[in-house]
């Protein structure tokens, strides 16, 4: 063997700084990642291979951070090292104080993604540069501008569309990924003084549990996950939380060390189930018949909570047999109020009315029973409470046995799953994520496990219930979007502009409570200042989703009349006025986009919005980090500064009640700035342009002035950098409540993390946790509702509403929650399309990360069952094409049992972890190319009480769940 001779410094070049590439490789920022290595070899003072690591541990400064991405609930607190303005690693920093000694803390929270941002932020698809689109859009054809060159083009196309079309051309869709919570509201800040429209963002995600939102009014309420833990019965269903809850999966585990029983629902034999004490496996779509079989056992064995449900729910509320509606108090007297339902008192033998101020009692209602009733009008007719409608429907149709063959689950396993509610004695979690809503009868789906909850009794009590997500409690951020300028006395002079607004309702309804009247204001908000709304009006009146939504085949069988009839009924009878925008005579012209990615996301985008919508903007210009899809088919890339670069909070959330900085640790790269920088630039340059050519006035269509010749200052709020920005926002929180006296930058800076303590009247989203934020113990929602205060829930009669009695949905037969079937979206074909999140992304985010495509397949992958695949001549690895009557894409193949197999008329399953960017498919179209993204019908209703559209709810989501598709060996 030769010999091999190797100087002192040539070994530790070879050995150690091989060693260095694995641990600091994260070092390598402008010059790439070789530079940074080299760099510190030159410097170093070689004497034992032990300073190798030792030097690894020191650094210039340790700041807090957190990741400003959709990674629900988040806010995990890490220590960000820096040495040489580079950051080279971050670590949990696990100093979440103990909230109730009887459980478990938060620590450490944390997971692969956040360990590797150090790693991602400085990967080769960074954006550090303005660049401007020089080819056709998609082309990859680009040349780097200065943002003065930038600022400007954007300028004149927005004064172009302003002058040809008005304000309402002007689109903004922002999100909860790659942005933050401080940087985000200026986009949308922007936009309202402009005018435009922003799309509903809890709409273009497609996370609105619309069913929660039916049966209790709003589905913005839960506990915070510290809450899990002292659950008896945790009911995993339509989550995976061993993928998407890693920082908080702990809560779970404990919970079975403490006794809880932990079972998984699902289609699939998913990751959660492995952990889970009993995997249930269910069609897919198929719960609301496995829920309804539950109830129906539970009520046939007396095992209810009958106090709770007279209380809480509309069980005791009459309905007429003649109608199927409410007997109201204007049936009963002229002059009695439309909206006030009656019980039966047996004591007086008579109906009286449903007190509309509280949930107390008047009386020991009757929940069974058929009784006689004379209207004003001299008629007389028979009316029966809600339960007994609701028992008749279990008992004759959701048998275990009959539910079995809707759902697939075995009726001795639905009997075991209803034995245990019944002994978790009002402590249920259902563990719910945002895939049920992602279902055409997703809504059904959510109003019956709402239901098995209600029956058991399991709200408003540690370790119950169910939840939505919460975007709220640091209302001193969402003021920026509106109020004048920065400053308490700013924010006192808006507060007062709106308790007029709170007070006229008031005056006219002495019954509204505070949750009732933050939501009237928000709507009023949401029509006049925010002008967000959502996008289903642009999708159906300017792009290629009216044609497929009114494909009558692709919707449930149910539907009565045709789509385009809702629509119109829908739009005439005003349900929408003020959200329908754009106008449908009006073409959309400018398109922006913050901290999302439209063409990874929107449902059907390569079909639907690219060859039509796509075309009307003449100018699409997004804030971004990193090349995304939807960025190489824009006109104008604007560089935006990453997670550890800029100063900002996690969006907040009572899921993790604390406030979480990131604070800047180093420069952005290049040119890069952050979105508030941005925006105020940009608001200068516009108003620039605006005086140059003469004109700085336009209206809306509603007549509302949009006045350009300051719009620079109104931008800023007066605010000279992002620092001002952070404390006025803090200032603000604490004025209103949320923070805690003595909160500003200098001890967020000392800390990381600040607790909440308390709700805002002004915000309804805060408003709908319902409870009071105690130090000691987890945020428990709906207590104001379940304790002792009785205070009602906003429903269209005040009380949880399993009975809707809208035409549209006795119409439906949807008055009871039922079972419906999947329809057949796409076409009639034998395989089902399901989805969840990836465990190496949130979102696409980071999907392209060289480090994390080597932990799985490195490409995208769609699972099937091997029984599917050998009919079909499919083996493992395979590509494949995946097509249904809509569009198609091309993928991979990885076999694996625990995807449902196709039996006889049951379809098979097929699963896609998203989010992969589209550019990494053939023909640059993803999954979402084969779905159609088609809305259900019943979500055009409103002008009934709680189902009326306003921020984040009730807001036309689009359906991605469950498509018919069909798969061949490419």
């Known amino acids: 063997m030769e010999e091999i001779h190797l100087t002192r410094r040539q070994f530790l070049q070879a050995t150690g700084a091989t060693a260095l ?69 971050e670590e949990q920093a696990a100093k979440y104080p103990v909230v109730d000694p009887s459980g478990p803390d938060f620590n450490p929270r944390g997971c692969q993604k956040g360990a590797f941002y150090s790693h991602m932020m400085y990967n080769p698809d960074r954006l550090k540069y303005p660049m401007k689109r020089v080819g056709e859009r998609g082309s990859g054809k680009w040349k780097r501008v200065t943002w003065d060159e930038a600022l400007t083009g954007i300028a004149e196309g927005i004064l172009d569309a302003l002058e040809e079309q008005g304000p309402e051309s002007i689109i903004l869709e922002a999100g909860p990924g790659n942005g933050g919570y401080v940087n985000l509201l200026p986009t949308m800040r922007l936009t309202v003084l402009l005018g435009g429209v922003s799309l509903d963002i809890d709409s273009t995600i497609g996370d609105f549990n619309r069913g929660i939102y039916e049966t209790v009014g709003k589905f913005q309420f839960m506990d915070s996950v510290d809450g899990w833990f002292f659950g008896k019965l945790l009911l995993i269903w339509h989550m995976n939380p061993v993928y998407t809850r890693i920082p908080d999966y702990h809560f779970i585990a404990a919970a079975r060390y403490n006794g809880a029983r932990v079972v998984t629902i699902a289609p ?10 009993e995997w249930v496996p269910v069609e897919p779509g198929g719960d609301a018949a496995l829920g309804l079989a539950i109830c129906q056992v539970l009520i046939e064995k007396g095992l209810i909570d009958t106090a709770f449900v007279k209380e809480q729910t509309d069980f005791p509320l009459l309905v007429r047999l003649d109608t199927q509606k409410f007997l109201r108090a204007s049936d009963l007297d002229p002059k009695g109020r439309e909206d006030q339902c009656c019980y039966w008192d047996p004591a007086s033998n008579k109906a009286v009315l449903a007190p509309l101020d509280t949930l107390k009692l008047p009386v020991d209602p009757a929940l069974e029973g058929t009784f006689q009733v004379t209207l004003a009008n001299g008629q007389s007719v028979q009316v029966r409470p809600v339960f007994s409608l609701l028992k008749d429907l279990l008992n004759r149709e959701y048998t275990p046995e009959q539910a079995s063959k809707q759902c697939g689950t075995h009726p001795d396993t639905i009997r075991r799953l209803a034995d245990m509610c019944a002994k978790a004695k009002g402590h249920i979690q259902v563990m719910v994520g945002w895939n049920s ?21 399991s709200f408003g009590k540690k370790g119950s219930g169910i939840r939505g997500w919460n975007e709220s409690l640091f209302e001193g951020a969402l003021f920026q979007a509106i109020k004048p300028k920065k400053g308490k ?52 009146f300017h792009s290629g989703y009216k044609e497929t939504w009114d494909r009558r085949e692709w919707h449930c069988p149910t539907m009565k009349r045709e789509f385009p009839e809702y629509m119109k009924e829908a739009l005439e009878k005003g349900w929408w006025e003020g959200f329908a925008l754009p106008y449908p005579d009006q073409t959309p012209r400018v398109y922006y986009y913050m901290g999302t990615n439209p063409a990874r996301k929107n449902r059907g985008w390569n079909r639907n919005i690219l060859p039509s919508l796509w075309n009307k903007y003449k100018l699409v210009f997004g804030f971004e980090t990193r090349w995304t899809t939807t960025l190489l088919y824009s006109d104008y890339a604007l560089p935006c500064a990453g997670f550890y670069e800029k100063l900002d909070t996690r969006f907040p959330s009572p899921h993790v009640p604390w406030l979480t900085l990131t604070d800047q640790a180093v420069e952005p790269p290049g040119e890069a700035k952050n979105e508030f920088e941005i925006c105020v630039m940009l608001a200068r340059k516009i108003e620039e342009v605006a005086k140059k050519r003469g004109k700085t006035k336009f209206k809306n269509r509603r007549g509302r002035e949009i006045d350009l010749s300051n719009l620079g200052e109104k931008q800023s709020m007066g605010c000279a950098n992002l620092e001002e920005l952070m404390e006025d926002a803090l200032e603000t929180s604490v004025m209103l409540g949320n923070l805690p006296q003595g909160t500003d930058l200098k001890k967020m800076r000392q800390e990381g993390i600040v607790r909440f303590v308390g709700l805002s009247i002004f915000d309804p989203i805060t408003m709908h946790l319902a409870t009071d934020i105690k130090p000691d113990e987890p945020i428990i929602p709906l207590t104001w509702h379940t304790g002792p205060k009785k205070i009602p829930y906003p429903t269209y009669h005040r009380r949880m509403q399993f009975y809707i009695d809208h035409p549209w949905f006795l119409e439906a037969g949807e008055g009871l929650p039922v079972h ?35 932990t799985h397949q490195g490409r ?9 695949a050998k009919k079909r001549g499919i083996e493992d690895g395979d590509l494949v094409r ?67 559209y306003y ?20």
Request: charge should be neutral; aromatic fraction near 14%.
């Open 21 to 89: 590439m694995l641990s600091l490789s994260h070092l390598g920022v402008l010059g790439g990642r070789a530079y940074a290595t080299q760099k510190i070899l030159a410097d170093w003072d070689y004497s034992k291979w032990e300073d190798l690591h030792r030097k690894e541990w020191t650094w210039d400064k340790i700041t807090y951070g957190t990741h400003l991405v959709d990674c629900y609930p988040g806010n995990c607190l890490w220590r960000v090292y820096t040495k040489d303005g580079v950051v080279f690693r």
């Open 437 to 457: 809503c992602k279902y055409y009868h997703g809504d059904l789906i959510e109003r019956v496990m709402c239901l098995v909850l209600a029956l058991t009794g």
């Open 882 to 948: 995946v097509f249904n009557d809509f569009d198609e894409f091309f993928i991979h193949v990885k076999i694996t049992p625990a995807a449902r197999p196709g039996k006889g008329p049951s379809p098979g399953q097929v699963i896609i972890y998203h989010a992969w960017e589209p550019f990494m498919f053939k023909n640059w179209k993803s999954y979402d190319a084969a779905i159609p993204g088609l809305i259900k019908w019943l979500d055009l209703a409103g002008g009934y009480g709680h189902l009326n």
């Open 951 to 970: 921020r984040w709810n009730w807001c036309l989501q689009p359906i991605d769940r469950a498509v018919c598709v069909e798969v061949q060996k490419a």
């Open 820 to 854: 419906k079937p999947n329809p057949k979206t796409g076409g009639d074909y034998p395989l089902r399309m399901t989805s969840g999140h990836q465990r190496w992304s949130v979102h696409s985010i980071w999907v392209t990360d060289e480090q994390l495509l080597r």
């Open 860 to 868: 995208p992958f769609m699972f099937m069952n091997p029984e599917d």
């Open 489 to 540: 006395m700013a924010t006192i002079l808006h507060l007062n502009r709106d308790k007029p607004i709170m007070n006229k309702y008031k005056d006219r309804d002495p019954t509204l409570t505070d949750e009732m009247l933050s939501v009237l204001l928000e709507r009023e908000r949401d029509r006049e200042d925010l002008g967000q709304v959502p996008p289903a009006f642009l999708y159906y």
């Open 268 to 277: 699939d034999y998913s990751p959660s189930a492995i952990h889970a004490d």
